[in-house]
């Protein structure tokens, strides 16, 4: 046993008598293996309850990183040597009670999975990468020979800096995906944020999961990871829930047993999905909608709730903009600025490090028969048309009304194919029964009309007053995080779907800069995960001199690697967990055992590349120092967050148990309030919309999707819409070839509905081809009376060379929406029909 | 054929069925090695081939102990002349049906166990039991008959040996049927009419396979051409096979009269569904071997009557195979769900369309490991024939 | 002191059947590969996660299957060695590798598909060294095996292995002959159904609806 396993274990034994466990197995008895007395061994051991040691076995805890968003605390059990098992570990972990106000031992944030309890096949995966390896055949021909890590370092390094003298610092690029959220090892701002700043790289953004933020921070204001809302332990207190986009049951599998604690607690569960999924099949209503076309459907309940008169007046007033008076002629409000009070800096937003604007808006003050500052109005008028200093004006709300009057249920129903009566009763459910909680997935974003979709469910929260209170969500807690430090970030960004671009322009937004000649990815795998994959794999990656890929398996993308980097697993390196995902608490990551083969940690590859491009300095401290400099922020210091507390305590709350999400009703926006109306409105990268589209991201606006939508001329040659659903037995591609999963999961299928299968007289079980312009897919076709016709459903992740032919990830296009600058996944036509067997 | 042709004959046909029982033997020895992988049988259908061999050879045993013994115990005219190779042609195949049991399981090398540990709960124990006796019995009854011919013993203690050995035939197919009639989880089995149609089936397929043998031989000249006695036997085997049928039949009204339940649909399956083929055969099958058995003019043509016979046993094995893949061919719970183990062979997963096919169909492996088997019993009774006077006493 | 009859009930209106109850069977005991002793099965359309019924009158639920321990066991009754008995003290019905003959007359016996599995070959694993647990019988070719309610987590007071990792909090373990336990109070509590109750095991399994 090595140096570090001693003194982890040194920790480990002083860990081990807080856990009050008994020392050692008392009475075990006399283990008779295979000594061919046919008894079955009685096996005597007295533990105390939980998770304990057994014989020689260590147990260290770390948390599992990847973005399921579980984030689930891990006992990883060490016995030989070996990880051989993992199990659920307290969550908090015990040593925290000491700090909590209520030590009482809470386990509902107890939680694993089945991908968690697969890590000892993932960690002695035969397919492993081992060493460092440079590319021996063309890139994508998965030829490979074995080099030294001084030879891959040096010649990385030779490479970037070759890049960088004849293009510019910043046509390095790094790129990282949602593999890993650890701060030395992970993508989240740490080690790697460091080096892109060292190296003064231009960090290449994932482009996804965002669609809707443009849409919710117009209502709302800026929040880091977009969702602010309860804890979800409080929906238990919700009694009407509605589900939208979302597979909760196998892509958020933590969050079910509260919903189904409020179910019991007499709570109404309405899902909002296309495909009757595994959450309709609990839900007590599911409402199939055709795909894309959500904002209507909204619009539509808005209008009902207005017309009426069932919306929350009191709310409206008090904390949304609808009192507000807007300019007939240019739409912009009337604020005091516009009345000769020139408007103030206020005090800094601590999330964008930026100070606030004071310039109040104007409200038609009743009973002053005037218009005042909204501070000062004592009855401020909800509707009406009104004249100041010659300027016509109308308030807010009376535009929205307008927004909507023209989509009645009736009328919308040739939009939504939603029946009216059905419209109706959701509608007025999310008005009246209170309160009311919406639980938010990605589907409905996953379209270029994601953020209308965002503005326009931010906009019925602020029309019923549904937020601020205990039972109630705008969201889901994906990202519930603030141990991020922004600071640690490359120099510049460029969204993935803009290299293009870039690359036909020389230009991003207009604004030219150096070309992205040399790539450095870790923690994703784009090849499979970014839109339209030939498009990367024929078009823009011959146009890369260098591509280096840090990962542990030969996924898609380390195959079209100049050099892949073995990394270390998870549990082969301490870390630090700067977020909770889907639960509340940040989290110390144990290391249980030594790097495997030549595998090193992302961060000690960090300082060697660093060190090696003659940065050395930015890498000079330890491990432990970069961890500090990465994890120790002002905001971290405010929540007594530092390395050695959660490292001393395993697990550390970042949020007061119970948070309610802006339960002082005080909103990020400019006026602190819902601005449902939002006469400046800002794309995903916080730049001014076009002034051409303003007017149309004003207000809640209906927009058809992008591709796929029945009035698309596409849709002729392409008639089924082509949506991926969250793998149950991987996270995107991570686990794809763990092979206890694959006995659950052994190939690609499409679910059909029979109807469609049957017009293009496809049976069960049959290979098909899903094509479409941009590629194909081959797999097994599932016939499923859950997918609704004209939709074609696939779980994601599956690399190529699973496929009997092509791949899932050529379909989608890597067309995107000006304001959401989002991979829109969902937003794809495609046809399937039996597979002739041709590759 | 002369006397030189038959003993050329024979040693080459002892020569064949040798090479083809060690050939069997290897495989046997194989299977234990590589393991029962290499059969179709998984978790879904844990018994195949093997297993409808073993009934099938059960039935074939008993059949011909029968013939040999009803006539002497009840005081019928019997079938003296072909009496003794009948009881050694039931020995040969009890000893097959005993291996097959043996080839089928996982650790023979533990079938001590069976006797250290035995559970007489069990309907195999009872099976376990009833074979070996079965098959000292029959012994014992063949060597008494020599020695009666020999003078020594008496025709009292034949008849008591033949008694015995009577109930001890009838013992056996009760048994072996109920350790599929009585399992309560496979519906397809699960009734009471199970061991009067194994007896009926061993009546059927024991007379018939006994009738061939002994037209085979009569052929080749080692009996005398006994056209009175063939006819009997011939006649006393469609009604066998009449009385099966009609067995079937009570079985099939009971089960469809609802027209509704498992039963039903099984019934359903067997009229029209994947057992449709074997079902047929063997019920036309059998009305078409009855009808020439027992037409007097057919009944005289030996090759009618030789057909007839292996139409007869034909139909009985696809009883047998459809019995088995009857049990597991309808699991009683149908959710969907991944593989319970490896289910089917690699080869793909044929098993998802249970309506549209068979959950369990033997391998090549398991084929030609039953070939071997089945050469052993051919070699027993070539060997028996050879050197066992076995011929009808002067 | 008084017989256990130890048991599950399980929850199928939290099931979600997330397959993490089979996974934590498959890990804890170090089953060979192909192997599962604990299932996920979908009650429903014809695949995995489909539902019954045609679009959008769809239905679907899950049910995950183990040996129910039954009370009047099919399998016990026939094996001939006794290698698979029912233990007195708390009903386990156990399987005994030694004394196995791989006759796989128990899997014929026992109604509930799947439930029992063989080893049709040498055990294959993917990992070279035993996961799960370090007292977990080791698996033999050519015998049949099935879930024994985790005997080695009883022996050291654990609830078995697929207990507590249910992300739905759908599955509960104890014992039925205890009035006051968590599964009898709920019995007394939710409607429930036994899998194939006609079949006369009486299985110590629930499902609440
Ligand atoms: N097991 C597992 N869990 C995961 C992940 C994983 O890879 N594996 N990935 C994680 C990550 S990174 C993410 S971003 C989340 C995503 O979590 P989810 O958004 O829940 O993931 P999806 O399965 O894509 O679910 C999208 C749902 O939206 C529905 N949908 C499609 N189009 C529309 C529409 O127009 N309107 C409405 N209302 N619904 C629509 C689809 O039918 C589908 O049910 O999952 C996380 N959890
Ligand atoms: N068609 C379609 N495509 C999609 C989506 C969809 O719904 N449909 N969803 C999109 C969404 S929401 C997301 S979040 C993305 C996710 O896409 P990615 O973020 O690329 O996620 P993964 O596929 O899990 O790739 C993660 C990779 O990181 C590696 N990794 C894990 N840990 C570490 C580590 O510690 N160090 C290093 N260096 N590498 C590590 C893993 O081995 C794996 O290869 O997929 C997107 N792609
Ligand atoms: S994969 Fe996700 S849900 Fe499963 S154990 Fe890891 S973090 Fe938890
Ligand atoms: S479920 Fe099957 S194996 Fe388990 S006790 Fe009952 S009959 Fe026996
Ligand atoms: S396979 Fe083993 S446990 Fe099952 S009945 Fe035969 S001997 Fe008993
Ligand atoms: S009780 Fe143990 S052996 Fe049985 S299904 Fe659960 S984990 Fe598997
Ligand atoms: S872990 Fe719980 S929710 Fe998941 S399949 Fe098992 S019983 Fe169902
Ligand atoms: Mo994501």
Redesign the interface.
């Known amino acids: 046993m090595n140096e570090t396993q001693q003194h982890s274990r040194g920790r480990q034994a002083s860990r081990r008598t807080f856990l009050k466990t008994s020392a050692a197995a008392t009475g075990a008895a006399a283990l008779a293996f295979g000594t061919g007395k046919p008894i079955i061994h009685a096996l005597a051991a007295d533990y105390a309850a939980g998770q304990v040691p057994d014989r020689e076995e260590k147990i260290f805890q770390a948390p599992c990183y990847n973005n399921c968003f579980g984030h689930c605390r891990l006992n990883v059990h060490v016995r030989d040597g070996k990880v051989v098992k993992t199990s659920r570990a307290p969550l908090p972990d015990p040593r925290y009670a000491a700090l909590d106000d209520d030590p009482t031992v809470d386990d509902s944030y107890y939680r694993i999975c089945l991908r968690g309890l697969s890590h000892p096949q993932r960690i002695y995966s035969p397919t492993r990468l081992k060493y460092p390896m440079k590319r021996a055949g063309a890139r994508g021909e998965n030829k490979w020979q074995r080099i030294s890590w001084e030879e891959a370092i040096n010649t990385t390094a030779e490479k970037f800096t070759a890049v960088q003298r004849q293009y510019g610092k910043t046509a390095l690029g790094i790129h990282h995906g949602s593999g890993n959220f650890g701060t030395l090892n992970g993508s989240m701002p740490g080690s790697l944020g460091l080096l892109e700043k060292t190296l003064g790289a231009t960090n290449i953004d994932l482009a996804l999961d965002a669609g809707y933020i443009p849409g919710i921070n117009r209502v709302c204001g800026f929040y880091p990871g977009a969702w602010n809302t309860n804890e979800i332990a409080d929906i238990v207190n919700s009694r009407n829930i509605y589900v939208w986009g979302h597979n909760m049951t196998v892509s958020a599998i933590h969050q079910w047993h509260f919903v189904a604690d409020a179910m019991e607690n007499g709570a109404k569960l309405t899902v909002f999905d296309p495909n009757f999924t595994g959450i309709a099949a609990k839900a007590h209503r599911h409402v199939s909608m055709r795909p894309g076309t959500d904002t209507a459907l909204i619009m539509s309940m808005i209008q009902v709730i207005l017309a009426e008169k069932i919306y929350d007046q009191d709310f409206l007033l008090a904390h949304t903009c609808a009192p507000f008076l807007v300019r007939e002629s240019d739409g912009m409000y009337l604020r005091m600025s516009d009345m000769g009070v020139p408007a103030k800096e206020g005090p800094i937003f601590i999330y964008t490090g930026k100070h606030t604007v004071i310039d109040p808006n104007l409200v038609w003050d009743t009973e002053k028969n005037k218009a005042v500052p909204v501070d000062e109005a004592t009855a401020p008028a909800l509707e009406g048309s009104f004249e100041v200093r010659g300027v016509k004006v109308r308030t807010a709300f009376d535009l929205l009304r307008d927004q909507v009057a023209s989509f009645d249920p009736e009328t919308s129903k040739s939009i939504t194919d939603v029946a009216p009566d059905v419209v109706r009763a959701v509608a007025r459910d999310f008005a009246k029964i209170k309160p009311s909680a919406s639980l938010i997935g990605m589907g409905n974003q996953a379209y270029d009309n994601g953020p209308v979709w965002g503005h326009a469910i931010a906009t019925l929260h602020a029309v019923t007053g549904q937020i601020g209170k205990s039972g109630h969500a705008l969201g889901n807690p994906w990202f519930m995080y603030l141990g991020i430090n922004f600071g640690m970030a490359a120099p510049e960004a460029i969204a993935c779907i803009e290299l293009p671009e870039l690359l036909e322009t020389g230009k991003v937004k207009g604004k030219v800069r150096p070309p992205i000649k040399a790539l450095l990815i870790s923690q994703g795998n784009p090849i499979t995960a970014w839109v339209d994959q030939n498009y990367w794999v024929k078009t823009y990656w011959p146009t890369l001199d260098f591509v280096v890929v840090v990962d542990d398996q030969m996924t898609d993308t380390a195959q079209m690697a100049d050099i892949v980097l073995p990394k270390s697993h998870w549990f082969e390196h301490e870390d630090i967990l700067p977020l909770g995902g889907t639960h509340p608490f940040i989290q110390h990551g144990d290391k249980a055992i030594e790097p495997l083969y030549e595998s090193r940690p992302d961060v000690d590859i960090h300082r060697l590349l660093a060190t090696k491009m003659g940065f050395g300095e930015s890498y000079a401290g330890s491990n432990e120092d970069i961890l500090k400099q990465c994890f120790e922020t002002p905001l971290t210091a405010g929540y007594g967050l530092t390395v050695e507390n959660v490292r001393k305590y395993g697990t550390l709350r970042f949020q007061n148990k119970g948070y309610i999400a802006w339960n002082d009703l005080k909103f990020n926006t400019q006026s602190g309030r819902m601005e449902f109306y939002c006469d400046k409105p800002v794309d995903q990268a916080g730049a001014p919309v076009a002034p051409e589209r303003t007017k149309g991201q004003r207000l809640p606006t209906w927009e058809q999707p992008r591709e796929a939508s029945v009035d698309n001329p596409l849709f002729k040659k392409y008639p089924l819409v082509l949506n991926s659903e969250r793998p149950r037995f991987r996270v995107h591609t991570q686990w794809f070839n763990t092979e206890w999963l694959r006995e659950l999961d052994p190939e690609p299928i499409i679910r059909l509905n029979p109807g469609d299968a049957a017009k293009r007289n496809i049976a069960h079980g049959d290979y098909v081809e899903i094509y479409n312009d941009r590629g194909h897919a081959v797999a097994k076709a599932v016939l499923s009376g859950g997918v609704r016709p004209g939709v074609m459903v696939y779980p994601k992740g599956w690399q190529r060379y699973q496929h009997k032919a092509g791949s899932f990830s050529e379909l989608d296009s890597r067309a995107f929406d000006s304001v959401g600058i989002n991979q829109s996944f969902f937003d794809v036509l495609a046809e399937v029909r039996k597979w002739n067997g041709q590759v | 054929m002369n006397k030189i042709e038959i003993k050329t004959g024979s040693q080459k046909l002892i020569a064949a069925t040798a090479f083809l029982t060690v050939i069997g033997f290897s495989l046997w020895v194989y299977q234990?090695v590589?393991?029962?992988?290499v059969?179709d049988?998984?978790?879904?259908s844990?018994?195949g081939l093997y297993i409808t061999m073993f009934m099938f050879f059960v039935g074939l045993s008993a059949g011909g102990l029968i013939i040999a013994t009803v006539p002497r115990v009840f005081g019928l005219k019997g079938f003296k002349p072909v009496s003794k190779i009948a009881v050694y042609l039931a020995i040969c195949c009890t000893v097959l049906a005993g291996l097959f049991i043996v080839v089928?399981?996982?650790?023979?090398e533990?079938?001590w166990?069976?006797l250290?540990?035995?559970?007489l709960?069990?309907?195999?124990?009872w099976d376990?039991l009833v074979i070996p006796t079965y098959l000292i019995v029959s012994t014992v009854y063949l060597w008494a008959t020599l020695r009666a011919e020999k003078g020594k013993g008496s025709e009292a203690s034949l008849k008591m040996l033949s008694t015995v050995a009577l109930i001890t035939a009838i013992l056996v197919h009760s048994v072996t049927a109920w350790?599929f009639g009585l399992?309560?989880?496979?519906p397809f089995w699960h009734t009471s009419l199970l061991a009067p149609m194994f007896i009926s089936s061993a009546l059927v397929s024991g007379l018939a396979l006994t009738l061939f043998v002994v037209l085979i031989l009569q052929k080749v000249g080692y009996l005398q051409r006994d056209p009175e006695s063939k006819c009997r036997m011939a006649s006393l085997l469609g009604l066998f096979v009449l009385v099966d049928l009609f067995l079937l039949f009570c079985e099939l009204i009971t089960a469809a009269y609802p027209l509704g339940g498992t039963e039903f649909q099984v019934v359903k399956t067997m009229l029209t569904g994947i057992f449709a083929p074997m079902f047929w055969i063997e019920v036309l099958g059998g009305l078409l071997a009855a009808f020439l058995l027992l037409n007097t003019g057919t009944q005289k043509d030996n090759r009618l009557v030789g057909g007839a016979s292996l139409l007869a046993i034909l139909g009985i094995f696809f009883k047998r195979y459809q019995l088995l893949l009857g049990?597991f061919q309808f699991?009683?719970?149908?959710?969907?769900?991944?593989?319970?183990?490896?289910v089917a062979p690699d080869a793909g997963?044929w098993w998802?369309?249970l309506q549209g096919s068979f959950i369990y169909f033997p391998s090549i492996f398991e084929w030609s490991l039953t070939i071997g088997v089945v050469s052993m019993g051919a070699l027993l009774l070539t060997l028996g024939l050879k050197y066992l006077p076995l011929k009808p006493a002067k | 002191m008084a017989n256990k009859r130890l048991g599950m009930v399980i929850d199928t209106k939290r099931c979600i059947g997330c397959h993490t109850c089979a996974m934590a069977c498959k890990v804890e005991n170090n089953l060979p590969d192909k192997n599962w002793w604990n299932r996920t099965l979908t009650v429903g359309g014809k695949e995995m996660d489909t539902p019954s019924g045609t679009f959008p009158n769809a239905s679907m639920s899950y049910i995950t299957l183990a040996c129910q321990h039954c009370e009047n066991p099919a399998c016990t009754k026939v094996c001939p060695v006794g290698a698979t008995y029912k233990r007195e003290a708390d009903g386990v019905v156990m399987q005994d590798y030694d004394k196995c003959i791989g006759c796989r007359y128990c899997m014929v016996a026992c109604p509930y598909t799947g439930v029992r599995v063989f080893n049709w070959e040498k055990p294959k694993y993917q990992v070279d060294f035993a996961v799960g647990d370090a007292n977990v019988t080791p698996h033999q070719k050519h015998t049949v095996e099935k879930c024994m309610l985790c005997t080695h987590r009883l022996a050291k007071g654990l609830q078995p292995a697929c207990i507590e990792v249910c992300t739905a909090r759908a599955r509960h373990f104890g014992d039925f002959n205890d009035p006051n336990s968590k599964v009898s109070q709920l019995l007394l509590k939710r409607s429930h159904f036994q899998l194939l109750p006609d079949k006369e095991t009486n299985p110590t399994v629930y499902f609440l609806t």
């Open positions: 234990i590589r393991g029962l992988f059969s049988m998984r978790n879904l844990p018994w089928d399981l996982g650790r023979p533990r079938m166990h069976l250290a540990y035995s559970n709960g069990s309907p195999l124990m376990v350790i399992q309560i989880g496979r049990g699991p009683n719970l149908t959710h969907f769900s991944i593989t319970t183990g490896p997963t998802r369309g």
